[in-house]
Structure formats: structure tokens, C-alpha cells
């Protein structure tokens, strides 16, 4: 069905240029056929990528697999230098794709979609645009990352602050540290890869640390041309290798339980992947069940620890770098992150010991009285996870519900893609989603939703959303899944815990991407199971439940 047919502006609206959306504008308008539009209130594409442009700035995901694996010739075609992209590299792989396939016509930057408000009686969606413009679309895609609703803590006096105060997922162009005094709050993913990056060049650096972190080498090194040229003749494999994965991260998970082998062998694989390097893979490819067994994730938090005391010259130091809490976040990984604090120019603050007081004209002021004096103040305090992004937007489903509302109690979702009342919405890493290196998880997510509108389209449908009933059941079902796992025992942001007054709940499918591709694929073969079409030829309260074109 052409837009004039529909008497819609598009076919579809896509919200988000990084790599969820340029996809979907791909899949939507180059295969299916429809008048698609991505909007995006950044000045270039690369989503995430494209704000979080903070000193030492990179993927944790190895560069050969940081990437789309839809097109061949694009995997062939491309390059890397080192294990991980760096975030200027990054930005280049994305203008690379939208040049390629021509989607720079369809994309329409500085333009932030303030509104998205479902009309019921034409089974339309109505946007409005922080440039005044409106449009009406059939369907609405949100991609608009895991990550990108900033965090900023209010803390007293933070306007007095004489200096220059940033978040490193707003970070501005053209602010050089370089012989400055700066201070950073927050040691995660992201605090951990700005004390890395700016450490050597500052004058001084101030840590405040909220919380101890298992950190691992990084194992970024340069890669050899005949590295690469291996990779590129085995794409095949490695891809097949990615989609039958748990973590999708490009290397092979462990089979092997912890406890079933010796202390001495034990160590003796946690040694060798130290060397190797990569969070991810320290957590999931030494033992099957660093994760779910709490003996084996403390033989694995007790190496790193141990590592933590040869590596860190000053007692006192080593003592606030060293977690005791369970090795059951998100794994980090870094070059010479515990090395750093050896710098005679870098100090650390506990700041679980010594809470900050307030922000003062000068600095930072802790509870012991201390005020550490500043130029520039960075808040590495991370964002508000997965449905920040939504929740701040005017986003109205049936009957005008707000998505706040909707998600009064925690963000849910059937299967990561879609949730009751809010017809023709389709999520891109929504809530309870798959917990893995992300660009695998996206295209498959994409490619099922297309295959959705597609099955719609055939159909003629007027709309189809997820029941109530379908939602509820996967929400139990990631729930359960967590339960089996250690990670609801960590207070982390993949629960929500990093944001105050946020309830605390599952938000990911901890089952793996092979489990989560097969979950598709059996809802997609029964009909799409758990979804509810409502036809064109008859009225709206009596829609068609199942596939439309399985039913005719």
C-alpha cells in the first residue's frame, strides 16, 4: 500500500540513526517498498556514537563483529586496525553504510520527535517535531539505544561550578584536557575508558568512585592485514558461530563448569584469558557458569582481585580499587585500568567512604571536608537504561495511555519488539531484549519486525500489536531467567539500579541469542503468536488475532 492510499505522511517513521534505524530505513523502504523517514535530533548519524565522543572512546566489542553482517560485500569490503573501533571509527563505518546504500535522502537530522500520539480512528500515528513540523506515519519504529537518556546526578551546587561541567554522553566539540585538572565521577563502562584515555595527559586527574569495579585487560592491539584477511575468509562460520551464541561476542563460550577442574587449571584459564583480554569473553568464555554459580563466580571475582593487589603499588589504593561484591555486572574490561592509579597524577576518591557533599564554585567538596579543586568536572554517571528515551518523550497509545503509565511499574515487552496498546510501534532493543554485543541482537530484531510489517502488509492490515496476555507471559519469562542467573543480586543499571527511584527489574532476555532467535522464529511460524491484527474490511473492535495472511 502506497502513503497516498493510506493518506499518511510515511508509511513509516523511524526514530534513531544509529545502527537500529539506518537498518530499518534499509529493510522498510528497500525491500518492502515503503516511503520511510529516519529522524534524529543529532547532527550526523552513528547514534550513541555519535554523543559519546569523551577521550578513549571504544567498542568492548572486538572490531570484527562490531559491525552489520547483513551484506557480504560489506563485510569483505571493510577495515580495522586494531581488536576494538574507536569511536571516530565508529562514526566512519556508519557515513560509510549510509553512502553505500544511498540513505542519507531519507534521513532527517537535528530533529528530535517530541511527540508521537496514536490516532485510533485512522489507525495513524501523529508526530510533531521540536521544529514545529508534524507528519502521520502508519507504522512508528523507536530505535533509540539502550544508552542515551543521560544520568546527571543533582548534586547541591552543582550551578556554582566555575569550571566546566560535561557528561561524557554529551560530550562537546573541541574541550581539551590537555594540563587540566579534572575531575570524574563514576568508574563504569564508560568512566573506566575516560580514566584510561585522559590519564597521560592531564595535569591531574581526580577519581570519585562510587563503586569498585572488575575490571580486565582489554587486549587491544593492532591486527595484522593477514589477521584480518583470515576473518574475512571464514565470515561464514564466524556469523553462524555469532547467531548460535549466548553473548554473541565472536569467541567460544565456555562448556566447561568451574568447579569441575582443579584450582591449578582453574587459574590457569583465568591467566590465559587475562592475557587474551575482553570482559565479556573473561566472564563467559573461561567457565560455563561464572554467571549463574556463586562458587565459580567467586573463583573468578578472587582472580581478578588477587590481580588487583600485584598490580596496584599503594595499599590504601589497591584496598578502594577492590570490589567484595558479587562479579555479576556488566564485565568491563580496559587497557591498564588498575595500572592508572600508579600515575603520580592520578588520585582516587571513595566516594562510598567520603560521599560528596556538594559542588562548589572550586571543586568538588567530600564529607571529610576536603574540597578537591577542579577545571573541568565530568560525570561518567552513566544513563537512564532502556526506557529513559521513552519516557521522556509525549508517547500516547490507545486511548491516549502515556508510555509512563504503560511502564508504571517497571519497562515490559513482548520479545523485546512491542507492547500492548501501542499498535503499529515496533522496539528496537526494547525492554527485555537480549543481553549481548548488540549489532547481532539489532539485526535481528530488525529483520523479524520487517518480516512482521511485511506479513501486515500482505494482509492489509490496519494495525497489529502485541496482547496484554503475550506481554505479561515474556515479562515472567525474563524474569524467570534472571532468577536462575546472579546478576538481580548486583545493584547495576541493567536492573535500573543506578537511577534513584527507579524500580529495580528485569530488563533483558538473559537466555542468549541463539534462545532469542529461536523464540522468534517459532512466533513468526504460528502465526505470530501473541499478536493481535485488526483488519481493514472489518470494524475496529473486531480485530483478527494471528497472522492475516496465514489466515486467508
Given at each position: 500500500m502506497t502513503d497516498t492510499q493510506a493518506g499518511t505522511d510515511l508509511d513509516a517513521a523511524v526514530i534513531g540513526a544509529g545502527f537500529g534505524g539506518l537498518h530499518t530505513l534499509l529493510k522498510l523502504r528497500d525491500e518492502l517498498g515503503l516511503n520511510v523517514r529516519v529522524f534524529d535530533k543529532?547532527?550526523?548519524?552513528?547514534?550513541?556514537?555519535?554523543?559519546?565522543?569523551?577521550?578513549?572512546?571504544?567498542?568492548?566489542?572486538?572490531?570484527?563483529?562490531?559491525?552489520?553482517?547483513?551484506?557480504?560485500?560489506?563485510?569483505?569490503?571493510?577495515?580495522?586496525?586494531?581488536?576494538?573501533?574507536?569511536?571516530?571509527?565508529?562514526?566512519?563505518?556508519?557515513?560509510?553504510?549510509?553512502?553505500?546504500?544511498?540513505?542519507?535522502?531519507?534521513i532527517?537530522?537535528?530533529?528530535?520527535?517530541?511527540?508521537?500520539?496514536?490516532?485510533?480512528?485512522?489507525?495513524?500515528?501523529?508526530?510533531?517535531?521540536?521544529?514545529?513540523?508534524?507528519?502521520?506515519?502508519?507504522?512508528?519504529?523507536?530505535?533509540?539505544?539502550?544508552?542515551?537518556?543521560?544520568?546527571?546526578?543533582?548534586?547541591?551546587?552543582?550551578?556554582?561550578?566555575?569550571?566546566?561541567?560535561?557528561?561524557?554522553?554529551?560530550?562537546?566539540?573541541?574541550?581539551?584536557?590537555?594540563?587540566?585538572?579534572?575531575?570524574?565521577?563514576?568508574?563504569?563502562?564508560?568512566?573506566?575508558?575516560?580514566?584510561?584515555?585522559?590519564?597521560?595527559?592531564?595535569?591531574?586527574?581526580?577519581?570519585?568512585?562510587?563503586?569498585?569495579?572488575?575490571?580486565?585487560?582489554?587486549?587491544?592491539?593492532?591486527?595484522?592485514?593477514?589477521?584480518?584477511?583470515?576473518i574475512k575468509a571464514n565470515y561464514d562460520r564466524i556469523w553462524q558461530d555469532v547467531r548460535n551464541s549466548a553473548v554473541a561476542f565472536g569467541f567460544k563460550e565456555s562448556d566447561v563448569p568451574a568447579m569441575s577442574i582443579s584450582e591449578e587449571e582453574r587459574r590457569r584459564v583465568f591467566q590465559e584469558n587475562w592475557e587474551i583480554g575482553g570482559g565479556f569473553r573473561f566472564m563467559f568464555g573461561t567457565f560455563s557458569d561464572i554467571a549463574t554459580h556463586p562458587e565459580a563466580n567467586e573463583a573468578a571475582a578472587s582472580f581478578i582481585r588477587s590481580k588487583i593487589a600485584e598490580i596496584v603499588k599503594d595499599p590504601e589504593t589497591a584496598r578502594k580499587l577492590t570490589p567484595t561484591d558479587l562479579y555479576a555486572k556488566r564485565p568491563l574490561c580496559n587497557k591498564d585500568y588498575f595500572e592508572t592509579f600508579n600515575r603520580d597524577n592520578v588520585s582516587l576518591v571513595d566516594i562510598k567512604e567520603h560521599p560528596i557533599t556538594e559542588i562548589t564554585p572550586k571543586g568538588v567538596r567530600t564529607a571529610d571536608g576536603a574540597e578537591h579543586e577542579l577545571d573541568v568536572l565530568v560525570f561518567a554517571t552513566g544513563f537512564d537504561a532502556v526506557d529513559g528515551n521513552y519516557t521522556r518523550m509525549n508517547l500516547r497509545g490507545r486511548d491516549g495511555r502515556h508510555i509512563t503509565e504503560q511502564w508504571r511499574t517497571g519497562p515490559t515487552s513482548y520479545l523485546g519488539v512491542a507492547t500492548a496498546g501501542f499498535p503499529n510501534m515496533f522496539m528496537i532493543l526494547g525492554p527485555n531484549g537480549p543481553f549481548t554485543n548488540l549489532p547481532p541482537s539489532i539485526e535481528t530484531q530488525v529483520e523479524w519486525i520487517s518480516d512482521l510489517v511485511k506479513d501486515a502488509e500482505q494482509g492489509d492490515a490496519a494495525s497489529v500489536e502485541a496482547t496484554r496476555e503475550a506481554e505479561d507471559g515474556w515479562t515472567a519469562t525474563c524474569k524467570e531467567i534472571a532468577d536462575m542467573t546472579l546478576f538481580p543480586k548486583a545493584q547495576s543499571w541493567i536492573f535500573g539500579a543506578n537511577i534513584p527511584g527507579k524500580t529495580n527489574t528485569v530488563m533483558f532476555y538473559l537466555a542468549g541469542l541463539k534462545s532469542y532467535r529461536a523464540v522468534l522464529e517459532d512466533v513468526a511460524s504460528d502465526g505470530y503468536r501473541g499478536f493481535r491484527y485488526t483488519r481493514r474490511s472489518v470494524p475496529a473492535d473486531e480485530p483478527a488475532s494471528g497472522s492475516l495472511a496465514a489466515a486467508q
Open positions: 543529532a547532527g550526523g548519524v552513528g547514534g550513541t556514537w555519535y554523543w559519546n565522543r569523551y577521550p578513549g572512546a571504544l567498542s568492548d566489542t572486538e572490531s570484527f563483529v562490531y559491525r552489520y553482517s547483513f551484506d557480504k560485500d560489506l563485510l569483505q569490503e571493510g577495515s580495522w586496525r586494531r581488536s576494538y573501533l574507536t569511536q571516530p571509527e565508529i562514526l566512519a563505518y556508519f557515513e560509510d553504510v549510509v553512502e553505500r546504500y544511498d540513505l542519507r535522502r531519507d532527517q537530522l537535528n530533529t528530535a520527535v517530541e511527540d508521537a500520539v496514536y490516532d485510533e480512528a485512522r489507525a495513524v500515528w501523529e508526530l510533531r517535531t521540536d521544529t514545529g513540523e508534524t507528519f502521520t506515519a502508519r507504522y512508528l519504529v523507536t530505535a533509540l539505544g539502550l544508552l542515551s537518556k543521560t544520568n546527571l546526578p543533582d548534586i547541591p551546587g552543582r550551578d556554582t561550578f566555575t569550571g566546566e561541567l560535561v557528561h561524557t554522553g554529551a560530550w562537546p566539540e573541541g574541550l581539551d584536557l590537555a594540563g587540566k585538572r579534572v575531575g570524574v565521577i563514576g568508574t563504569g563502562s564508560t568512566g573506566t575508558q575516560f580514566i584510561c584515555g585522559v590519564a597521560p595527559v592531564v595535569e591531574h586527574l581526580t577519581v570519585f568512585q562510587r563503586s569498585a569495579q572488575y575490571s580486565v585487560p582489554s587486549g587491544n592491539r593492532p591486527v595484522s592485514a593477514a589477521e584480518i584477511d583470515e
